[in-house]
C-alpha cells in the first residue's frame, strides 16, 4: 500500500518535502505561537488554522454590508439571498455529493438534531438505534434526548457498540453483524464516520449497506471525516450526514455546520421538519403566506437566512480545498500519517511509554493517530507542549496528533519525533 522506505532523519523528511507537489499550501496558512516559537501544529482536527486569505474574503462582505447594506441582499452577483449556493461545488466534492444535497448550515450539534426530526420515527416494532459506544458528549446528548423526546427509555433503544476485549477498535464484520441482529427492531444507525477519541475510519459503505438490507437508515457525523477522509457520501447510499468546518475544514472557531441529504429525500414533503422560512420554496418565500413548502434537496432543511460573514470565512478556506483537491491531500495524507507512525514506532517502540490505538490500516483511519500514554500520564503532553507540539489530551489517557496534508510537513513530523525521543528518556 505505502511502498516508501522511511527513515528518522531530517534530510530524509527534507526530501520528502522538496517532492511533496501540495508543500506550498503550507504558506498560505498562519501558524500559531508556543514561547514565541512556531508550533509543531497537529491539533487541526480540533480547530483548523486561519488561512491569510481569510481577511481578504472577509474584507470584502464587511465593505459591502458598509455600502449596501440591505441593498447586499440582492445586489450583483455576491447578493447575499444567494450566498448559500457559493459553497455547494467545494461542499459537494468534499462530501462527494450532488449539490443539492448539500447545505452550509447552523452548528453541528444542532444540525444533528434537526436531522433526527426528520430521519427517526420510531415505531413500537422499530425504534433501535445504533451508536458506536463512547461517541463525542454531544452525539450522546443528541441521542438521549432526542430518544425521550420520543416517550421512550435510551436504555431500551440505544444499542452501543463496543470493540472486542483487548481491542480499541471495531470490526466492520461485528457492527454488520449488530445491524443484522437488530433486523426488524433496528430504525437507525447514528455514528461517526471517523471516531473522535480512536481516529477510526468506519467503512460507511458496508455499514450504509447492512442497515439498508434491514430497512434501516443510515447517517453519519461527520466532524472528524470531512476535509480529512474521502467521502462517497452519495454513491454509498449514506441517508443523512452532517459535520463541523472548523476542524479539518479551517474555517474558524464555532464556524458554520452543513448537512448532507441524499436525493431520495430531496421531494419529501411529508417528512416530518421543523422548518423556517429559509427552507421554504425561493421563489415564494417573501410572499410570507401560510402554508411551508419545502424547498429542493438539502435547502429544504434550512431555518434561518445564512450567516454571511461566517460563510465568507468557509469559502476562503474551501477555496483551498478545492484547489489542492480532496483525493490529493489524501494521498498525502497517508504518507505523512504513515511518516509519524513510522518514527514513533521506530523511537519509542518498547519503551511502554505509549501505543498507538488508531487502526494501522490506511484505509480504516485518516491523518490523526491517538497514543495511549501508559507512562507519565498528562506531564507526558504538558512536556511535548512545552517544547511547542501542539496536539490534543483526551481523558482519560489519549493524545490525539493529526498531521494534516494540507499545511503539514514531513519536517513537522521529524521535528515530533526529534522531541519525542528525549521525551522518553523522562518517562520510561
Ligand atoms: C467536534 C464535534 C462536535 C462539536 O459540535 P458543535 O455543535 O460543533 O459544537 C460534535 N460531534 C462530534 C463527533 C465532534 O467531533
Given at each position: 500500500m505505502n511502498p516508501i522506505k522511511y527513515q528518522f532523519s531530517e534530510s530524509f523528511a527534507a526530501e520528502m518535502d522538496a517532492k511533496d507537489s501540495l508543500s506550498h499550501f503550507r504558506s498560505r496558512f498562519y501558524f500559531p505561537k508556543v514561547k514565541g516559537k512556531e508550533a509543531i501544529y497537529f491539533c487541526g482536527n480540533s480547530l483548523g488554522i486561519q488561512p491569510k486569505s481569510v481577511k481578504d474574503y472577509l474584507e470584502k462582505e464587511l465593505n459591502n454590508w458598509a455600502d449596501l447594506a440591505v441593498d447586499g441582499h440582492f445586489?450583483?452577483?455576491?447578493a447575499w439571498y444567494h450566498v448559500r449556493k457559493k459553497s455547494k461545488p467545494a461542499l459537494a466534492a468534499i462530501l462527494g455529493?450532488?449539490?443539492?444535497e448539500v447545505v452550509a448550515m447552523n452548528n453541528l450539534s444542532v444540525n444533528l438534531h434537526l436531522l433526527m426530526v426528520s430521519f427517526y420515527q420510531p415505531t413500537k416494532e422499530r425504534k433501535k438505534i445504533i451508536v458506536e459506544a463512547g461517541a463525542f458528549p454531544s452525539d450522546q446528548y443528541m441521542l438521549e434526548t432526542q430518544i425521550k423526546f420520543h416517550g421512550l427509555d435510551p436504555a431500551d433503544v440505544l444499542v452501543e457498540l463496543s470493540p472486542r476485549s483487548g481491542e480499541f477498535t471495531l470490526r466492520t464484520e461485528d457492527i454488520i453483524a449488530e445491524i443484522q441482529k437488530q433486523g426488524d427492531s433496528l430504525a437507525l444507525v447514528n455514528m461517526a464516520g471517523l471516531q473522535y477519541y480512536t481516529g477510526q475510519l468506519f467503512d460507511m459503505k458496508a455499514i450504509t449497506q447492512a442497515a439498508h438490507s434491514v430497512g434501516a437508515l443510515a447517517g453519519f457525523d461527520l466532524a472528524h471525516a470531512a476535509g480529512n477522509a474521502v467521502l462517497k457520501l452519495h454513491d454509498w447510499d449514506v441517508d443523512f450526514a452532517t459535520w463541523c468546518s472548523y476542524k479539518y475544514l479551517n474555517s474558524g472557531p464555532g464556524n458554520v455546520s452543513g448537512i448532507y441529504v441524499h436525493e431520495r429525500f430531496a421531494e419529501r414533503p411529508d417528512l416530518p421538519r421543523f422548518a423556517g422560512w429559509w427552507g421554504h420554496d425561493e421563489g415564494e418565500r417573501f410572499k410570507m403566506e401560510k402554508g411551508f413548502v419545502p424547498m429542493y434537496g438539502?435547502?429544504?432543511?434550512?431555518?434561518?437566512?445564512?450567516?454571511v460573514l461566517a460563510l465568507a470565512a468557509h469559502q476562503a478556506s474551501l477555496d483551498i480545498f478545492e484547489e489542492a483537491g480532496m483525493e490529493n491531500l489524501r494521498l498525502k495524507s497517508e504518507k505523512l500519517t504513515g511518516y509519524l507512525e513510522f518514527l514513533i514506532g521506530e523511537i519509542s517502540g518498547e519503551s511502554g511509554v505509549l501505543e498507538i490505538i488508531t487502526p494501522n490500516n490506511p484505509a480504516e483511519r485518516g491523518c490523526q493517530l491517538s497514543l495511549l500514554i501508559h507512562h507519565g500520564g498528562k506531564e507526558v503532553f504538558d512536556e511535548w507542549y512545552n517544547q511547542g507540539v501542539v496536539g490534543d489530551w483526551r481523558n482519560p489517557n489519549v493524545i490525539r496528533l493529526a498531521p494534516t496534508p494540507l499545511y503539514n510537513s514531513y519536517l513537522d513530523v521529524f521535528r515530533f519525533a526529534k522531541i519525542l525521543e528525549q521525551s522518553l528518556k523522562k518517562f520510561a
Open positions: 445586489h450583483g452577483e455576491d455529493a450532488q449539490e443539492h438539502a435547502d429544504g432543511w434550512q431555518l434561518a437566512n445564512s450567516n
